[in-house]
């Protein structure tokens, strides 16, 4: 599945921070938005998890 600019952002972010709400906002969701789906976001990482990991990966190479 391909990821949207917004989540592949969220992505990049949450591996950065480690923080659903901060990265959701940077990525360009309303802070409403995020605080109410932060959890759920997180949790549905399941597009992301590939791009997650193999990001995460690479960095330490």
Same mark, same amino acid.
Request: hydrophobic residues 30%; glycine residues 4%; contains cysteine.
């Given at each position: ?12 972010? @949450? $591996?950065? /921070?480690?923080?659903? /709400? *901060?990265?959701? $906002?940077? &990525?360009? @969701?309303?802070?409403? @938005?995020?605080? &109410? *789906?932060? &959890? ?8 992301? *998890?590939?791009? $997650?990991?193999? *990001? /995460?990966?690479?960095? /330490?190479?």
């Amino acid at each position: 599945m391909k990821l949207t600019p917004k989540q592949k952002k969220f992505a990049d972010e @949450y $591996i950065k /921070t480690g923080n659903a /709400t *901060r990265s959701a $906002i940077e &990525a360009g @969701y309303s802070e409403a @938005y995020a605080k &109410a *789906r932060s &959890a759920e976001m997180s949790v549905n990482v399941g597009k992301c *998890r590939y791009k $997650i990991v193999h *990001r /995460t990966a690479h960095e /330490t190479d």
